[in-house]
């Protein structure tokens, strides 16, 4: 057996999931489980950056970790989407909506 075939037998595949309204987290963000929408008053933005409510971590307005929602609502990707842990990546809707 070559080894491709072997390492593709036993390394698991690399999904991304859905978001609600039916694009897709990217798998970096999320390793298929992370990440959910989260309602608007869970982020708040403040002059440091955004606030995550619930940890009251700062995710700075520069930081790579932030990404434009699509869907024009707040999704909020961390560690084991547990609601206790650090910021993986964070989805802002775009000042236009």
């Known amino acids: 057996m070559s080894a491709l075939v072997l390492i593709s037998l036993i390394t698991p595949p690399a999904f991304s999931h859905d978001a609600p309204k039916g694009w897709s987290y990217p798998f970096a963000c999320c390793s298929g489980y992370d990440c959910r929408e989260v309602p608007k008053k869970a982020i708040s933005e403040r002059p440091q950056g955004y606030v995550i409510e619930g940890t009251g971590e700062v995710v700075t307005y520069q930081d790579a970790r ?6 024009g609502q707040y999704h909020w990707c961390s560690i084991a989407g547990a609601d206790d842990s650090r910021t993986i990546c964070l989805f802002v809707p775009p000042k236009s909506y």
């Not at 932030?66 to 869907?71: E, K, Q």
């Open 66 to 71: 932030i990404h434009a929602s699509p869907d």
